[in-house]
Each structure stands twice: as structure tokens, then as C-alpha cells.
């Protein structure tokens, strides 16, 4: 099989359900309070380091006790995600956000300065820890230590968003259901059914407007202290620095924002042209999007959370055994989440789980082929949780997302030759691979939607948000739904950014998603021309985790880390060919 040229052991990585023996820590330590903790941070920190050799030990041991604290922190937010009606996991995950990580930083920060100023230092491999020590150095020059409660704060205002919208719920037909569940009904052929669910969507939504709307400016905020706080101008500056990206500049997302509307954007158009006469409609509504414009009912791929997941086990293991079995071992051990339900936190998400190694996938199924989607975008994550599960440090083992997402959205694609185990009837499977070949060029002008708000809202921190909204709705009008009438819906629209839980959660993570979308463009190109080398060098970019620059990365995937116009038109139009030989 493809992952035998990566490692021989490949199969003890994808079924070993064991947790890797600790060799600092006690085997039953965790985390309980403050005061049994830190003697190993202050260990750590007055340990001498007479040589490179005792250096290198000392980078397994810290490493060793920051993979049992991640999965310590994870563990308390998959439960809090999972329930978040429970009291006892949002409290839980409180204590270690205020109480536990506030004592950490310090100790953080000078372990950091220990290393950077160890006399061995210089005697370490370069080539093996060069992409290491630079992230390094980034996050000591932006530390401070006035920052530490602002940030524990910050994690307190981000939870609130998850319980505010993992309570949302509308009643259709008698039934109180989750949102996630109402949305299923945007692809119902009924016209009427579709607005009815749309309009109680965002009159629910817009109901919590103003919380979500004060708790967005409390967060913008904070946000801003710290970066001022770091010596930069705004918040966008210092989160390129946090997030590490050495590789490129706000002026090239900028330019790559204006590639997307030169190159996408009028693609879009068409499509939604074509969708108005298929529907044959006077105009198009929000609400006449989802709805398949052949005029057949929704596409339902599965029934059940169990069947989506064994589906989904069906088609990786055709791909490659070592990707199935990846899964199984998901399964075995209850690391997965997957149908919606109410109390359930929104999104979905991949929680590597960097002691044990076996990652959680969390989403929100009900039966449509978005979902099939996500489980195997999370279903990628999840093999890049395995493919970096043996190496030695945990830093080594989290990418930056533009490597992280290239994981997950080649997967998708890949994917696609085996979607019959999904949809065995032929003209189904053609319509589920239309969709989902829209839908990733959709990605692109919604992307840039939400990156370049960022941007805006960062850059203008002092802002009210009436400008907000009506900054949001010029952008968004710009780049989405240009052929849409929301006459009449027009107090629903400044508020549709909301939605997006990355604002709240995940600051400036987004534009990686388009960034990472055109790297499996390009991937999936190579397999259509080669899928046993495309899969191959799939799974030997992923193995790297980030131990290399996102370019190495990119380049044992065997395509470029590149968003110029050109290549994002170059790889449009292949999307397009695709399309058109379906």
C-alpha cells in the first residue's frame, strides 16, 4: 500500500490504540490544580544543559508535558462542544482556561528564552529544527506578560459564543429542531418550505444579533489591547505574527482578494444565471440556493450517523487501507461525534490529540451531501493526526492551517472516484460531484468575504457597529449572491457574518481555507493524471507535519504553494473542464 514508502510500522500507526508510554511524566498524572503541575515547569527550568544531547532530552520531556496538557485542554472542550448544556464540562473547561493556562504562559515564555539562549543551541541540526526554533523566536518577541488576563478573558468571551448559538433552535411543523437540521430543508423542491425554513433560520439567528453583536466589539477589544500591548499597530499584524506566516504578507492576501473577484466571482455568476433558468424564476431568493436546479429531490447520502461513518471507512479504505483503518480506530476507541442534536455546540472540527495520537472528529450530521463533505474534509485532518502521530516533538506535529487544510480539502477530491459507495445510482453521483465541484469554487468569494472583513474590522478597531454591518454589507454584496434579490430581507443581511464561528473563535483563520483549496485543486489534478503518485506524495507532504516550510510541504505534494491570478485561473479552469466532462 502508498503509506508502506513512508513507514514500514504503518499499520501500528493507524490501529495502536495505546497511549505512547511517558517517560518524564508520571504514567496516571493529570491535571488537577496549579500546585501539581508546576514543579515540572520549574524543573524544566533550572535543569542544566551542558550539551546538545542534554538539550535535545530536555525538548522531548517539555514536549512530553505539553502533548499531556493539549489533550488535557482538548478533552475538556470536546465535552463542553458535545454538551453544552452540561454546567460541569463548561466549568471544567473555565478552570483550565483560568486557572491553569494563565500560570503556564510565564513559564512558557522562559523555557522559550532558556532555549534560544542555550550555548548548545547552535550545535542542533538546522535542517531539523530550523522551522521549530523560527516559530520560536516569533513567539518570544511577541510575548508580554500584561497580556496573559486578556487572553484568559478572551477564552472566556469565546466560549459564550459556542452557547449562545448551540442553543438556537426553530420550530417548523411543530417540531423544535437544531439549525443544521432546519438548513436540510433550503433543499426541498417546494419553493414555500425552502422560504419558510429560511426565514426562521434568520429570524432566529437575528434574535441573538445584538449579544453576538456586543460580544463581537468586547472581543475586538480585548484583541486590540494585546496586539498594542505586543508593540504592533493593530490586531492583524500581530495575529500574522502569532500564526507564524513567514510565507506571505497582508498585501498578497490583498491581492489574492482581488484575484478572487477578477477570476471567481463572475464564475459564480454563471452559475447562479444557470440556476435562475433551470428553476425557471423571474429572480432568484436566498432561499433558492441549495435547492438542486434539476428540479430531483435533495440528494440523501445516508440516514444515520453509523452509516455516514461506515461509508465513510468504505471509501478510505479504497483510497488506500492505511486511511480506513485510520478511521476504525477512531471508531473503536469513541472518538467521534457526529449527528446534530440539540445542545450541541455548531461546526465541526478535528481535535488532534497529540499524547494519544488518535485525533476526535465533532460535526453536525443530518443527511445531506454538504455533510458527506465535511466528514471526509474532517476525515483527512484526522489521517494527517496519524501521519504526524510518531513525531518526535509535539510543535512538530501542527502545521500551519494552509498545510493543515491542504489535508483536508485534497480528501474531498480524491475522494470523489469512490462517492458511488454514497450514491450508487450513476446520475445521482454525477449530481453529488456537480454540487461539490460548485460548491469549491463557491469557496473562494467567501473566503475572501470573510478575510478581507477581518482586515476591515481589525484595522478599524474603534469602529460602531452600525459601521460594521454596513462595512459587511458592502463586502459581502462585492464578492456573494450579486444576482440574489433580498428585497425585503434587508435586516437580516448585515448580520449573516455572525454565523461564522471563526470570527469569534478563530480570529484570521480563513484565508487559509482558499489558500489550501487551490493546493488540492492541484492535488486532485495530479490524481486524475496518476492517482497512486498524487496519493503517495499526499501522504508524504502530510507526514512532514511542520517539520519543513509550507513550500517543502507543498512541493512533496508535488504542486506549488502559489496564489497568483495565473495559477488561480489556471486551476478555475480545470475545475471547470471537470465539471463539464461530468
Known amino acids: 500500500m502508498v503509506i508502506s514508502e513512508l513507514d514500514t510500522a504503518a499499520t501500528s500507526v493507524a490501529t495502536d490504540t495505546a497511549r505512547p508510554p511517558r517517560h518524564y511524566l508520571p504514567e496516571e498524572f493529570f491535571v488537577t490544580d496549579w500546585a501539581t ?14 550539551d546538545a544531547a542534554a538539550l535535545e532530552q530536555w525538548l522531548l520531556d517539555r514536549s512530553e508535558l505539553e502533548a499531556m496538557l493539549s489533550e488535557d485542554l482538548a478533552w475538556r472542550y470536546i465535552r463542553m462542544t458535545c454538551d453544552t448544556q452540561d454546567a460541569s464540562h463548561a466549568e471544567a473547561f473555565q478552570f483550565f482556561v483560568q486557572e491553569i493556562e494563565p500560570q503556564i504562559a510565564p513559564y512558557d515564555h522562559a523555557l522559550n528564552e532558556k532555549l534560544l539562549a542555550a550555548p548548545s543551541l547552535p550545535a542542533l541540526d538546522e535542517a531539523r529544527y530550523g522551522v521549530f526554533l523560527r516559530s520560536v523566536r516569533r513567539a518570544s518577541e511577541i510575548y508580554r506578560e500584561e497580556n496573559i488576563a486578556l487572553k484568559t478573558e478572551i477564552s472566556t468571551k469565546q466560549q459564550q459564543y459556542a452557547a449562545t448559538v448551540g442553543a438556537m433552535t426553530v420550530q417548523l411543523d411543530g417540531e423544535e429542531i437544531t439549525l443544521p437540521r432546519a438548513a436540510d430543508r433550503l433543499k426541498s423542491l417546494s419553493r414555500p418550505v425552502r422560504e419558510q425554513a429560511w426565514r426562521a433560520i434568520q429570524a432566529r439567528r437575528l434574535r441573538d444579533s445584538q449579544p453576538l453583536d456586543q460580544l463581537f466589539t468586547e472581543l475586538v477589544q480585548l484583541r486590540h489591547q494585546v496586539a498594542v500591548n505586543a508593540g504592533f499597530a493593530n490586531f492583524r499584524d500581530y495575529m500574522f505574527a502569532a500564526l507564524g506566516r513567514f510565507d506571505y504578507t497582508p498585501e498578497d492576501t490583498f491581492n489574492f482578494h482581488a484575484a478572487i473577484r477578477a477570476t471567481v466571482v463572475p464564475l459564480i455568476d454563471e452559475f447562479d444565471e444557470a440556476r435562475r433558468q433551470a428553476l425557471a424564476l423571474p429572480e432568484l431568493r436566498p432561499w433558492d440556493l441549495d435547492v438542486d436546479p434539476s428540479g430531483k429531490p435533495p440528494l440523501t447520502p445516508f440516514r444515520t450517523g453509523e452509516e455516514l461513518l461506515e461509508k465513510t ?25 457526529l449527528e446534530s442534536r440539540i445542545g450541541k455546540a455548531p461546526g465541526g472540527y478535528n481535535y488532534p490529540l497529540d499524547e ?115 462595512r459587511w454589507t458592502q463586502i459581502f454584496q462585492d464578492f456573494n449572491q450579486r444576482s440574489v434579490s433580498w428585497r425585503g430581507l434587508e435586516e437580516f443581511r448585515p448580520y449573516l457574518w455572525q454565523k461564522q464561528l471563526h470570527l469569534y473563535e478563530v480570529p484570521f483563520y480563513y484565508i487559509e481555507y482558499a489558500l489550501a483549496q487551490l493546493g488540492a485543486i492541484a492535488v486532485w489534478r495530479n490524481f486524475r493524471q496518476d492517482p497512486a503518485a498524487a496519493l503517495a506524495g499526499y501522504q508524504r507532504a502530510l507526514a512532514l507535519g511542520y517539520t519543513r516550510p509550507i513550500g517543502e510541504v507543498y512541493a512533496a505534494a508535488g504542486i506549488r504553494f502559489d496564489f497568483s491570478t495565473e495559477y488561480l485561473t489556471q486551476l478555475a479552469d480545470f475545475v471547470r473542464e471537470e465539471m463539464a466532462a461530468l
Not at 38 to 50: D, K, N, Y
Request: with cysteine.
Open 37 to 50: 503541575l508546576q514543579p515540572f515547569f520549574e524543573e524544566l527550568q533550572t535543569r542544566a544543559l551542558p
Open 356 to 470: 494519544t495520537g488518535v485525533p476526535f472528529i465533532f460535526m453536525n450530521a443530518t443527511s445531506s451531501l454538504r455533510d458527506v463533505v465535511t466528514m471526509l474534509h474532517e476525515g483527512g485532518h484526522a489521517v494527517h493526526s496519524f501521519l504526524t502521530r510518531r513525531l518526535p516533538l509535539s510543535a512538530d506535529k501542527h502545521p500551519p492551517s494552509e498545510v493543515a487544510e491542504l489535508a483536508s480539502m485534497s480528501m474531498e477530491l480524491m475522494s470523489m472516484d469512490h462517492w458511488d459507495v454514497f450514491f450508487s445510482d450513476p446520475a445521482e453521483l454525477r449530481r453529488a460531484k456537480q454540487t461539490h465541484l460548485e460548491s469549491v469554487l463557491e469557496t473562494f468569494p467567501w473566503v475572501a468575504t470573510i478575510d478581507k472583513f477581518q482586515h476591515w474590522v481589525y484595522e478599524n478597531p474603534a469602529h460602531t457597529a452600525a459601521q460594521r454591518q454596513q
Open 313 to 337: 471507512i468504505t471509501v478510505f479504505h479504497r483510497l488506500d487501507p492505511f486511511l480506513g483503518q485510520c478511521l476504525g480506530t477512531m471508531r473503536q476507541m469513541g472518538h467521534l461525534d
